[in-house]
């Protein structure tokens, strides 16, 4: 293992602890609530996809060594498509 993986792995421990003695529901809503938010925030909603970008990425990094290839590929379109919708609303035409 890497020392970069390993340095993150120690550091994200704290955080996923809490996050895995939270109710399986609450994750979910907040990043649909981020999503939400996003969406009806003109201007700067953009910078909450962003965000939710970042977290999604960071989990699928942590994940990353023990998902199929199946399961790579549609966390990499999700993190794809909210990226899609950021860059849409940053840039409008």
């Keep these: ?3 970069l993986r390993t340095a993150v792995e120690t550091a ?5 602890t809490r ?3 939270l109710p399986r529901a609450v994750p979910f ?5 981020l999503m939400v938010a996003g969406i009806l925030v003109p201007g700067w909603g953009w ?4 965000l939710v970008a ?8 942590l994940g990353w060594p023990q998902l199929r290839t199946a399961e ?12 899609a919708v950021a ?7």
């Design 29 to 33: 809503l907040v990043v649909l609530a």
């Design 19 to 21: 996050l895995s003695r």
């Design 47 to 50: 910078l909450l996809h962003v």
């Design 1 to 3: 293992m890497s020392s």
């Design 54 to 61: 970042v977290l999604l990425l960071w989990l699928l990094y």
């Design 72 to 83: 790579r590929t549609m966390r990499v379109a999700v993190v794809a498509v909210v990226l």
């Design 12 to 16: 994200s421990l704290p955080a996923l």
């Design 87 to 93: 860059v849409t609303q940053a840039f409008p035409r």
